[in-house]
């Protein structure tokens, strides 16, 4: 009882916080189910939920009745955080310091019912969550997961309804289903239903009949099942191609952002995943791809005048270069240093580029302007969508050689490198040029990448090329998976997506970044979409692991 | 002895002492430039030299957490910049309450008091609840987990704070008795900047004698030495732990004051730069090492007052003082390339696994 007690107040703890830091209200700007739960209420309710079913999924020996009561004791400890909220703002203007504290927030808080009446809901909502969230815990497994994908898929779609509304719409046979299932602002509630229907009875016959199809699949002849595949592989390549026409100007764009962070991420990826260089500077190298293809092709600083694709060897020659020269001076450092050195070196080409010492050369902080477009014959690659299959090819390009070079000597090299350096030097590997060509390959992709975002603005600033920058590429491919290919990809489109997507999270984005970091960290190392190798790594203690306080380096990075 | 010492110079440590060498010509000849030029009478410098005391004093205190940190765990707290920032800007509401209500001009030293306590306990908060749920379940974990943690603790931590308090420049009211110069002929000091110099020496004074005096803070310096045999010898490690961060959290909030007045102005990223200078000052003066971070701070903080002007100008640089974040950075190059053990020496005792 303790136990949901603690639970139940950090929950409140965290639902306040999540109210104060203006997060509800920003998300009440959308509906999930149309008139009936905006986005902020989900939030508040799943969070409950989730800690109500954590208060009741603790409970020793998992008797029904100290179930609920413990699902119902944090439930009622979390409606109670936000209405000792609400008190208090009645009381007096938090609003003086807490800038969030507005009478919205209360009006939200109090479901537009006036302050009593609203502690009363709250502290009844919590209760009732917390109680459901003991069922759920009761129930069998597989109720419960059907129950979470289908509430999952609810959420999610309302979530996502800028996504899937102009996608659909774009079918003009399809429209009557999006007529049925989106209002202008959030799902309708029969749309709901029907969508929480319809993905209950999927799961649930998946649940049933997922093993037999798997196992069907599988005891197929090998050749069917390569045609199989290479058909889904078709299939795929055939979508990635057809995509911005499917999608329309502003995904289109979404998913030209997507797929320079795909870019980036690749390139770090082979410096942080395979060799295990942490490069916090990563971003000096996207600027030196897009300055230098900016100096070459600009008319605005005269120098020269290349086309882009004159300019583009260039751009890529001065970020091995300089990722050359940034591994020199670091070979000798360990992890933590070696992290802040390349963060210095990240931050002095910010300042150099930005400073008025540099700007006949490079712009100052009016950076350049007028950067060429890249063209293909006549056709200049301008639209989003023009800008979509040059990114692409670039994808498709550097995701080649990163899994290539995966498998070759060199990859296993940087692999040995990142495990331990001291073995790896006795085995043979010539530490320099292994790090070094790390960083070599890495700076490359990261040039090209800022080569192409150069043309594609058509201008570069220095203020595009903070630290926050690098830091954002270290977090998707860490939420990804450190190390995998394909990590970088759920990584980019979480982390890089998903915000783009929701614009209300625009101000909370680094927020969640950070949680979600810390969150990845504590409970899933590996990633989302890990290497099977790292995960077996990062999990190999754990079985044998025992409660010991000293905390020696039982590895080393 | 040639033969060997041939043997065992690479290619890369000759470019390295090249590029050295070169940045050392460069310093030279921008500072005898200067000097010779007469652009900048003595008064100058003895301001750029005081106002670089007081940044470094306060780099100093900052650094004291990263130290004892490092020390103790044997990883960068990131997060500690946020530990710094979160201290003044929440006191920030009460001097602006004080100020508001008069109370800030009638009892200035009686609302500063007050003030430190509040900062210093934020901080202290802060820090508890970061070693508490990022670092405590992490420690044995390779090494790029934790730091990657305390990466994204750090965001974490600046963006509630925004989301908290806005993302607005919040002004720290004037404290009058803080305003105002000194002057000894022709040079002057202003006299919250003596303030600062002096708090800041008081504290790393008072920190400094608890770390080497105390029975805490042997035991500190006990785990940091080696934490199987201290917890064999009964002392409580995660308690000592809990105590580091106590003190570096306390130290940081310290310096937020100081640097607000110092500033005047409190933000959600002011963490960041002063973080990372801070983490140079340590590393500098040697990690784990901590007479050696309070040395690094004020060396850190007079090179950047007075390094711009000096090395740059007389090169002919324009607006050199646009680079003075750059000269520190490479500084924290040059000094982990040449000398990763700091300027007294790293206190940590290497252990390889």
């Known amino acids: 009882m303790k136990q949901a007690i603690k639970i139940g107040l950090i929950g409140g703890v965290v639902e306040v916080l999540l109210s104060l830091i203006g997060m509800i209200e920003a998300f009440s700007q959308r509906d999930i189910i149309s008139h009936i739960i905006s986005m902020g209420h989900t939030l508040l309710l799943l969070v409950v939920l989730f800690i109500g079913y954590l208060a009741a999924k603790g409970t020793p020996g998992r008797k029904p009745s100290w179930v609920l009561i413990n699902g119902l004791t944090s439930g009622l400890m979390v409606g109670g955080g936000l209405a000792l909220l609400v008190t208090m703002g009645g009381m007096m203007n938090l609003r003086k310091v807490f800038i969030n504290a507005s009478p919205l927030l209360y009006k939200l808080l109090t479901f537009d019912q006036g302050r009593n009446e609203g502690i009363l809901l709250l502290l009844g909502g919590g209760v009732l969550s917390g109680l459901l969230a003991g069922l759920l815990s009761l129930a069998p497994s597989i109720l419960r997961r059907v129950l979470i994908v289908s509430l999952g898929s609810v959420v999610g779609a309302g979530v996502l309804q800028d996504l899937l509304r102009p996608t659909v719409a774009l079918w003009g046979s399809l429209a009557v289903v999006n007529e049925w299932l989106f209002s202008s602002n959030g799902l309708t509630s029969h749309g709901a239903i029907g969508l929480f229907a319809l993905v209950t009875a999927s799961s649930a016959f998946w649940a049933k009949k997922g093993n037999v199809i798997r196992s069907g699949l599988k005891s197929l002849p090998p050749a069917r099942q390569r045609a199989l595949k290479i058909t889904a592989l078709l299939l795929l390549i055939a979508l990635l191609l057809g995509l911005p026409q499917l999608l329309g100007l502003f995904l289109s764009e979404v998913l030209t952002i997507i797929g320079l962070y795909v870019l980036l991420g690749l390139g770090l990826n082979i410096v942080v995943g395979f060799a295990g260089l942490l490069d916090l500077g990563y971003v000096a190298f996207f600027a030196i791809g897009a300055y230098t293809t900016g100096v070459l092709t600009s008319p605005e600083l005269g120098f020269f005048n290349l086309s882009f694709w004159g300019a583009l060897p260039f751009a890529i020659f001065m970020g091995v270069l300089s990722g050359v020269l940034l591994g020199v001076p670091v070979l000798k450092m360990r992890g933590d240093y070696l992290a802040i050195a390349t963060l210095g070196f990240g931050e002095i080409i910010r300042i150099l580029v930005l400073s008025d010492f540099l700007r006949p050369w490079l712009g100052g902080a009016q950076g350049i302007g007028k950067i060429a477009k890249a063209h293909i014959g006549s056709m200049e690659l301008a639209t989003p969508q023009q800008i979509y299959y040059l990114i692409l090819a670039g994808c498709l390009l550097v995701g080649f050689i990163s899994w290539r070079l995966r498998d070759s000597r060199l990859g296993r090299a940087w692999m040995a490198v990142r495990e331990d350096e001291d073995v790896a030097q006795a085995m043979g590997i010539n530490l320099s040029s292994t790090k070094l060509l790390a960083f070599a390959t890495g700076a490359a992709f990261s040039a090209l990448s800022g080569a192409i975002f150069a043309s594609k603005l058509g201008s570069v600033y220095p203020h595009s090329f903070n630290v926050m920058i690098s830091i954002n590429i270290l977090c998707l491919i860490i939420v990804g998976g450190m190390g995998s290919i394909p990590g970088v990809l759920v990584g980019a489109f979480a982390l890089v997506g998903l915000p783009e997507l929701l614009r209300e999270f625009a101000d909370y984005r680094l927020l969640v970044y950070g949680a979600a970091l810390v969150a990845m960290m504590l409970l899933r190392p590996e990633g989302l979409w890990p290497e099977a190798l790292r995960r077996r790594e990062l999990h190999e203690g754990e079985s044998t692991k025992t409660e010991s306080v000293s905390g020696s380096e039982s590895k080393s990075t | ?353």
Do not use: C
Request: aromatic share 14%; hydrophobic share 55%.
């Open chain 2, 1 to 353: 002895m040639w033969k060997r010492l041939r043997e065992r110079t690479t290619p890369t440590d000759v470019v390295m002492w090249l590029i050295g060498a070169a940045i050392l010509v460069l310093v030279i000849w921008g500072s005898t430039a200067t000097l010779s030029g007469g652009k900048y009478s003595s008064s100058h410098w003895f301001d750029f030299v005081v106002f670089g005391l007081a940044q470094g004093s306060i780099y100093a205190l900052i650094a004291m957490g990263y130290t004892m940190v490092y020390g103790i765990l044997r990883m960068i707290n990131f997060a500690h910049s946020e530990v710094f920032m979160s201290g003044p800007y929440t006191a920030y509401y009460v001097a602006a309450a004080f100020y508001s209500s008069g109370f800030l001009d009638r009892q200035p030293i009686l609302s500063l008091i007050i003030i430190f306590l509040v900062s210093m306990a934020t901080s202290t908060v802060i820090a508890l609840l970061l070693e508490r749920i990022a670092y405590r379940p992490l420690r044995t974990a390779p090494r790029l987990v934790p730091l990657i943690t305390a990466i994204g603790a750090s965001f974490f931590l600046q963006y509630t704070f925004r989301g908290l308090y806005g993302s607005g420049f919040q002004a720290y009211p004037v404290v009058k008795i803080l305003e105002g110069e000194w002057m000894f002929g022709e040079f002057r000091i202003l006299k919250f900047q003596a303030v600062v110099i002096v708090a800041a020496a008081l504290l790393m004074a008072g920190l400094y004698t608890f770390i080497q005096r105390t029975r805490i803070g042997k035991a500190i310096r006990s785990v940091s030495e080696d934490k199987e045999a201290s917890s064999l010898m009964g002392i409580d490690v995660d308690r000592m732990i809990v105590t580091t961060f106590v003190i570096g959290g306390m130290a940081a909030g310290a310096a937020g004051v100081l640097y607000a007045v110092m500033f005047k102005q409190v933000h959600f990223f002011m963490g960041f730069v002063p973080g990372i200078k801070a983490f140079t000052a340590a590393v500098l003066g040697g990690i784990g090492n901590i007479p050696g971070a309070m040395l690094g701070g004020i060396f850190l903080g007079l090179i950047e007052s007075v390094g711009p002007t000096l090395f740059l100008d007389g090169l002919g640089i324009v607006a050199p003082y646009q680079l003075k974040d750059a000269i520190a950075f490479i500084l924290l190059v040059l000094v982990l390339i040449f000398r990763p053990t700091g300027i007294l020496g790293e206190r940590v005792a290497i252990k390889k696994a």
